[in-house]
């Protein structure tokens, strides 16, 4: 699976892939992990590193049994295509 740590002193989670670093600022309140941006370098587009991204956000969010809010349109588009993850949407 992919490795998404928690920078909570940035309030980001983010991922390294091919030197580049994937990433997303949150906050958290009341149980809730409020995504507001996510965002992959230029050279990471079109590369999927975004929805593995994603998978390993959402796991996390799974794994501490937060509900996950999308501000981001990426991240809420990401997570209405995957079914799965839907549960976890606040």
């Not at 989670?13 to 992959?40: K, N, Q, S, T």
Request: aromatic share 6%; net charge neutral; proline share 3%.
């Amino acid at each position: 699976m992919t490795q998404v740590r928690d920078n909570a002193a940035a309030g980001r989670f983010e991922m390294e892939e091919g030197g580049h670093i994937v990433f997303a600022d949150y906050r958290r309140v009341g149980g809730r992990l409020i995504i507001d941006h996510v965002e992959a370098p230029p050279v990471l587009r079109g590369t999927g590193a975004a929805g593995r991204f994603m998978e390993g956000l959402a796991a996390e969010a799974r794994a501490t049994g937060e509900k996950i809010v999308p501000l981001c349109g990426y991240a809420a588009a990401w997570l209405h295509r995957h079914t799965q993850h839907r549960d976890l949407v606040a």
